[in-house]
């Protein structure tokens, strides 16, 4: 008699068990500290003058991503607003701003270092 209608709340529950596991995150990756993009580290995030902006692209992979690690996003990040995620030639995931991806510098050991503006006259301090 209450068969029917415990299976179908049993199933009903089950798919909201499933939804509450489903995670997004759709917050900045970044923050501005003193007029500069930084990551959740505290380090100085650049641009790279030969990203394209929009292209949905990165063009710094192999040895460059080696200097210029990027900033990855994780599969359950979400594009919003200025922030969005390109698609790099290994598949990984890296956020950029503006259509710009975003990277940090190898040599930038500390929160606050900004040595890789100007780098090679193509790398740029991200901002806002």
Known sequence: MYKKPLCTALV?????????????RSAAPAHLENGAFVGANGMTLYTFDKDAAGSGKSVCNGPCAANWPPLFAADVDRASGDWSIVTRDDGKKQWAFKGKPLYYWIKDQKPGDRTGDGVNNAWRIARE
């Open 12 to 24: 009903a529950l089950g798919l909201l068990a499933g939804c509450a596991s489903y995670e997004t």
